[in-house]
Every structure is written in structure tokens, then in C-alpha cells.
């Protein structure tokens, strides 16, 4: 029965998209096991998909990851940033980079719960604005470093809405703790 659970959790860690309620599990803690990577529920969730994950590619072979996020207008953010003024904070694209590089450090099986460390440069070059359709998130992995029990992810991230970059963040440092 272990084995078979075992055999599971690593088909399911190791497929390269996943749709909103896998997401919402891995929330839930079914995804990577107790005490491992979680992304946060609703309404800290900050994409709707992951559309690839893929463990030798990206900007520097160290592994890639996109997501989507669907822009709705009822999004919380909108009614109280800004009144009359909407629009969606920049903190919560950042934190979705750092999101994604925790459930990618996650889906390669390492151990640990996830704790954004922290991200060196991050230039805002646009808005995600009620109007806008779609946010796109690439994170490109690179490096992974492992000691005593801490896994560590560096990866660079670009927020893209509609296609047009505007917000990108170098360095972005996320650590997996038993």
C-alpha cells in the first residue's frame, strides 16, 4: 500500500502541468506529502494553472516553469488597491515568482516546508490592470543548493501581461526547511 502510494505521489510530482485543483491540493498538503512544499490557498494563490515545468530547461538548463493567472475583475485586490484606481499589487507578482520556484524545488521531490529568503533585483515595467486578460509567469531555474537537511532555489522571473513583460525579478531565493 506505501509503495503504491509512493509510485503515485511521484507520477503525480514529476507531470510537467497542473491544472487548479491539483494546485489547491498541493495548498491542502496532498501534493508533496505532510510537512513539504505548500502554495498558499486562496486568496494568496496568485496563478490559476502551472502550463509547464520541466526540469532541463530555461535560460540556463537548471529547469523552467510557467503559470497563468486569469485577470476577472472581482479579483480582492482590485477593490482595495487602489479605490478608483485598480490595479494589481506588484508585491503579489513577486510573490508568485517566489511561489512558483517553491513548488518547483517541491515537484523535484525535495524535502521541507517552503520560506521565500529573499530576491536581489526586481524592475516594474508595467501594470496588471482590470483590462488585462492574462499574467503570465516564467521562472528560470538557476542553481539548487542542498546542506544539512535546507534545499535552496535561485531563479530569475518575468510577469508578463498579455505578452508584454512588466515586471522582472533576478535572484529570487527560495529555501525548503525540515
Not at 510537512?35 to 529547469?63: H, Q, S, V, W, Y
Not at 485598480?86 to 521541507?112: E, I, K, S
Not at 483590462?131 to 539548487?144: G, L, P, S, W
Not at 535572484?171 to 525540515?178: D, P, R, T
Request: glycine fraction near 12%; include cysteine.
Amino acid at each position: 500500500m506505501l509503495l503504491n502510494q509512493v509510485r503515485n505521489t511521484t507520477l503525480i510530482m514529476k507531470k510537467n502541468s497542473f491544472n487548479y485543483d491539483e494546485l489547491i491540493d498541493c495548498g491542502n498538503g496532498g501534493l508533496f506529502g505532510p510537512g513539504n512544499a505548500k502554495l498558499p490557498l486562496p486568496p494568496m494563490l496568485m496563478f490559476d494553472r502551472i502550463t509547464e515545468i520541466n526540469e532541463n530547461k530555461g535560460a540556463f538548463k537548471k529547469g523552467i516553469i510557467k503559470a497563468e493567472l486569469d485577470i476577472k475583475d472581482e479579483l480582492w485586490f482590485f477593490n482595495c488597491h487602489f479605490k478608483e484606481d485598480p490595479v494589481m499589487p506588484g508585491c503579489l507578482g513577486l510573490d508568485a515568482m517566489w511561489q512558483l520556484v517553491g513548488f518547483y524545488l517541491g515537484w523535484l521531490g525535495n524535502p521541507g516546508r517552503g520560506r521565500a529568503l529573499g530576491v536581489n533585483n526586481v524592475k516594474f515595467t508595467g501594470e496588471v490592470l482590470k483590462n488585462v486578460k492574462k499574467a503570465t509567469y516564467e521562472i528560470d531555474m538557476k542553481r539548487i543548493l542542498i546542506k544539512e537537511g535546507t534545499t535552496v532555489g535561485l531563479a530569475n522571473g518575468i510577469l508578463h501581461a498579455d505578452g508584454k513583460k512588466i515586471y522582472s525579478a533576478e535572484n529570487l531565493k527560495v529555501g525548503l526547511f525540515k
